[in-house]
Nanobody, 124 residues
Framework: VQLQASGGGLVQAGGSLRLSCAVS????????MSWFRQAPGKEREFVAAISRTGGRTYYVEAVKGRFTISRDNAKNTVSLQMNSLKPEDTAVYYC??????????????????WGQGTLVTVSS
């Protein structure tokens, strides 16, 4: 299974970006998908999760109401729409896949596959 994240870039505070993660290698709908991020000098942290069917989602409190995770099982992609971006959202963003549970958790250790990361920089 390979995950390829894209869509990062430099944006001003208050702006928007849309991240995408393309998944190849096995049946995409078998995986619960999540996004994590890692800021410089900090540990990787959970951002958002979506269930295998897309029917359930949840978010870390810091991004609720600003970020939206979605998936397209026909196109084997998961996306993260990020609005009202803040400088504290600056990080490398990673997509991750969990093939053991219908909805992934917040711990990095529960994920089986990871993308390479895409850098998001929000300027003030």
């Amino acid at each position: 299974v390979q995950l390829q994240a894209s869509g990062g870039g430099l944006v001003q505070a208050g702006g928007s970006l849309r991240l995408s993660c393309a998944v190849s290698g096995r049946t995409f709908s078998a995986y619960a998908m999540s996004w994590f991020r890692q800021a410089p000098g900090k540990e990787r942290e959970f951002v958002a999760a979506i269930s295998r069917t897309g029917g359930r989602t949840y978010y870390v409190e810091a991004v609720k109401g600003r970020f939206t995770i979605s998936r397209d099982n026909a196109k084997n992609t998961v996306s993260l729409q990020m609005n009202s971006l803040k400088p504290e959202d600056t990080a490398v963003y990673y997509c991750a896949a969990d093939n053991r549970r219908p909805l992934g958790g917040t711990a990095t250790t529960t994920y089986d596959y990871w993308g390479q990361g895409t850098l998001v920089t929000v300027s003030s």
